[in-house]
């Protein structure tokens, strides 16, 4: 099973090839670079004119940083280093996974040691407030 990171890698550059492919639509339909329609002045217009605006730079500057980020994550998983978003896409097996989730469920859920730290705490403010009052 791949890990949490791959799949982002493989999310990242699947997002970056869709809006290339997007990107190059744009280029073939004339939408890129954005133009703006000539004004008709009585002549008879051979083709039709949609305006674009300047937003549809967004699709290749997309495509760009998913590509860009899925590189990243190839090679952040290739050297071992850690890859930017890698709070939300570890690197780990699931067997890494589940005992790191034991672990956390264990510390959060001690509930005989955190009582005990209660109980000895509230045993020493009462104890230290029957001194004060003596």
């Known amino acids: 099973m791949q890990?949490?990171?791959?799949?982002?890698?493989r999310?990242?550059?699947?997002l970056g090839i869709a809006l290339l492919l997007a990107t190059a639509f744009a280029l073939i339909d004339g939408r890129l670079p954005p133009d703006d329609c000539?004004?008709?002045?009585?002549?008879?217009?051979?083709?039709p004119c949609t305006a674009s605006s300047s937003i549809g730079w967004l699709v290749p500057v997309g495509a760009?940083?998913?590509?860009?980020?899925?590189?990243v994550f190839r090679t952040a998983r290739q050297t071992g280093t850690t890859p930017p978003f890698?709070?939300?896409f570890p690197n780990e097996s699931q067997s890494q996974i589940s005992v790191r989730l034991s672990e956390e469920?264990?510390?959060a859920h001690d509930t005989d040691r955190l009582s005990g730290a209660w109980a000895?705490?509230?045993?020493?403010m009462l104890e230290s407030t029957h001194g004060e009052e003596e």
């Open 3 to 9: 890990t949490s990171a791959q799949a982002a890698e």
């Open 11 to 14: 999310l990242f550059f699947a």
């Open 38 to 47: 000539p004004e008709p002045d009585g002549a008879q217009v051979t083709e």
């Open 64 to 71: 760009a940083l998913g590509l860009g980020l899925g590189f």
């Open 86 to 88: 890698g709070k939300y």
């Open 105 to 107: 469920h264990a510390d």
């Open 120 to 124: 000895n705490m509230e045993t020493k």
